[in-house]
């Protein structure tokens, strides 16, 4: 097992020496690092940021993911900010502003749009459309929950987060634990 460095928003590997372009959200908001030469500090910094994380490689299977047991799907919510970003037309870092914003007005709101887009990612390993499979399953935005949906009701799969499983549902649960912790936490 080889340990690599790798930009957890976007999934490409860091290498010490080489040129870097890293955005992530840190304590004072969006921010930027980008430099010609990566070093150890800057390196260590941005791990301790999360922006970049240490990931194994098998040496035979280079092409393996580096999300882990997730279905090949990213783990990291800085990538779904910046996908919901693309599809608003803006950069990444604009992106982790609006939605920054977002998230202080209205939570469930924040939660809902990376909901979603955990949702499109999760559902790009099936081959048909959502509409065709037996079962729909979402996740309350009040409490949390999995629920199933009744397909009768569904009119289209534009705006709410749909899953073809309770697998599907609980890896996202488990993509977006730091902010449905934060959600529904008891008072």
């Not at 609006?98 to 007005?105: D, Q, T």
Request: glycine share 6%; with cysteine; charged share 25%.
């Amino acid at each position: 097992m080889k340990k690599i460095f790798v930009d957890v928003r976007t999934g490409k590997q860091v290498s010490l020496g080489q040129p870097y372009d890293i955005q992530f959200i840190g304590p004072q908001g969006s921010m930027r690092l980008a430099g010609d030469q990566m070093n150890k500090s800057v390196l260590s910094l941005l791990i301790a940021c999360g922006a970049v994380k240490e990931v194994e490689v098998s040496e035979e299977k280079k092409e393996r993911s580096i999300y882990g047991n997730l279905g090949g799907v990213p783990d990291n919510i800085g990538f779904y900010i910046s996908q919901a970003g693309k599809k608003l037309g803006v950069d990444p870092l604009s992106a982790c502003e609006l939605l920054e914003m977002v998230a202080i007005m209205n939570p469930t709101a924040f939660f809902s749009i990376l909901l979603r887009e955990v949702a499109v990612e999760l559902d790009k390993k099936y081959p048909d459309h959502i509409e065709n499979s037996k079962e729909i399953y979402y996740i309350n935005v009040f409490n949390g929950t999995i629920t199933k949906a009744d397909k009768a009701w569904i009119r289209n799969y534009r705006n709410f987060a749909a899953f073809r499983t309770v697998e599907d549902a609980r890896v996202a649960c488990k993509i977006l634990s730091p902010i449905m912790k934060d959600l529904f936490k008891r008072k």
